[in-house]
């Protein structure tokens, strides 16, 4: 049996070596390192599959998320409601803006920002909602934007872990995630769905004006040449990793059905057992599984991972520690918060191996371990 991985990039460059390795070599032949023709290529490509309006590219998924709230005309002080329970990028960029993150609650099923806990957070200060697609599934966007439009706010969704998701609205119409709210973010970090060979990261508008703030923020402020009219920064998606991801884009839905196919296996093999909740998918969406995240229930954690570590199985805790817990937000009350929620998933789950490369003798021995050890 090949090794077991959380994500296994290797073998999966193995299938598209000679494909990627010649499109490197080309971007090597002509020099064109920054901005060059794959970049633009790779956002018309991105806007065609995700049926955004505007793609702009740039360094990485952090970058992505701080340069939209950049572009959303903010003032110091103005809140941002965002899950507690996401990887800190989408709350850190909040703070490092000078804005006020207000963490709330997620549903326990869903692992996604709840609409309700929004609602409830909504001060005079509110500007903006940061949904997060956790692991994979579509938060509850039509709701979301239900409470967005009620009470004029932006809606800026974090899809790093969900490219590729559909969200069905209750008429039927079916939207990618990223594409529904003001702005979406997502990045191409290698583990990511859709990963490049470095970092990337790519933001979607159908807003015409602001896809022009975006471009020009990421850009050092200037629209013309050493005209800089806004503060802005420097973020550029490499032309070398735009060449890639124009290869791994079109293997996408073939690595999504990858995932979901692994995510089935475990589903089947972990059914009937009270001791382990496998992920519930709402009605809205389908699930890209990013993650394929478990809620243990009166079983040791620790004591999992340890088991599954002693037979060279990997496992992770995404994430150990809430936002509103992590000292980087003590000075922004972060202290203050209760959410039970929240705390309560952080001490339950714990996410399996999943990838595209991941085979049924693999898929046996993890389930087989787990179940050995749950039934101990
Ligand atoms: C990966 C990730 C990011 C940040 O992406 P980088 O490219 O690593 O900067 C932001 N939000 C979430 C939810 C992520 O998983």
């Not at 039509?142 to 969200?167: F, P, R, S, T, W």
């Not at 009219?229 to 420097?234: A, L, S, T």
Request: glycine share 6%; charged share 20%.
């Amino acid at each position: 049996m090949r090794p077991v991985q959380m994500v296994d990039l290797k073998q999966q460059y193995e299938h598209i070596k000679p494909e990627v390795d010649a499109a490197i070599h080309s971007v090597l032949d002509s020099c064109a390192f920054i901005n060059g023709k794959p970049v633009s290529d790779f956002a018309a490509h991105l806007s065609a599959y995700t049926g955004s309006k505007h793609v702009v590219p740039c360094a990485n998924g952090t970058d992505a998320l701080q340069i939209a709230l950049m572009s959303l005309g903010l003032q110091p002080g103005d809140e941002v409601i965002t899950p507690s329970f996401t990887y800190i990028a989408t709350t850190e960029v909040i703070a490092l803006l000078r804005l006020k993150p207000v963490f709330v609650e997620v549903d326990t099923r869903t692992f996604c920002v709840s609409p309700e806990a929004i609602e409830k957070a909504i001060t005079p200060k509110t500007r903006v909602i940061v949904p997060v697609h956790l692991y994979g599934q579509a938060a509850d966007m039509e709701a979301i934007m239900h409470i967005a439009e009620k009470y004029n706010l932006y809606v800026v969704e974090d899809n790093a872990q969900a490219i590729g998701c559909d969200y069905t609205f209750s008429n039927g119409m079916k939207k990618k995630t990223g594409t529904i709210g003001t702005i979406g973010c997502t990045s191409f970090f290698p583990s990511k769905n859709l990963g490049c060979y470095g970092d990337g990261g790519a933001i979607f508008t159908n807003d015409d004006e602001l896809a022009e703030r975006l471009k020009i923020i990421a850009n050092h402020g200037q629209k013309v040449r050493y005209y800089h009219d806004i503060v802005g920064c420097n973020s550029r998606l490499d032309t070398i990793q735009a060449a890639i991801l124009n290869i791994k884009l079109k293997k996408l839905d073939e690595y999504i059905a990858a995932r979901q196919k692994a995510a089935g296996y475990y589903n089947k093999a972990f059914a009937g057992y009270s001791k382990i909740t496998t992920p519930f998918i709402a009605p809205y969406t389908n699930h890209v599984f990013h993650q394929y995240t478990l809620i243990l229930n009166d079983v040791s954690r620790d004591g999992l991972n340890k088991y599954l570590a002693d037979h060279q199985i990997p496992s992770m805790i995404y994430y150990p520690v809430p936002a509103h817990r992590q000292k980087m937000f003590e000075t922004f009350g972060g202290g203050a918060y209760d959410l039970p929620q929240t705390d309560w998933l952080t001490q339950r789950v714990i996410s399996l191996p999943i990838h595209t490369e991941l085979d049924n003798e693999q898929l046996a021995f993890i389930t087989q371990k787990v179940l050995e050890y749950i039934n101990k």
